[in-house]
């Protein structure tokens, strides 16, 4: 098990950027996949993107080729670089941890951080 906490939400322009971040508890190194997802009013939450231990990336098609997500392991932190910012990113973004420990696998949470993104 691991505790999450976001941070960086907030207000952005269209066109802007804003950047998140995935503070964890314990060593994310052996977290075989950190995503941030989000969930927009009366939507479901949905995966952004994903990073695996070995850095594998994988991104929803709407913002590949503006966001970029990049982890952090000495500082046990995952990032989510948003850029070219669009009114439809508006949501809360939550950090998500995908592990195993000692066999049992385990998916961990944040709070999730607003993020608004103004036209």
Known sequence: QVQLVESGGGLGQAGGS???????????FSISVMGWYRQA????RELVASITTGGSTNYKDS????FTI???NAKNTVYLQMNILKPEDTAVYYCNADGY????HYVNWGQGTQVTVSS
């Open 18 to 28: 804003l950047r998140l971040s995935c503070a964890a508890s314990r060593s994310i």
């Open 41 to 44: 009013p009366g939507n479901q």
């Open 63 to 66: 913002v590949k080729g503006r």
């Open 70 to 72: 990049s982890r952090d």
């Open 101 to 104: 420990y000692r066999g049992t």
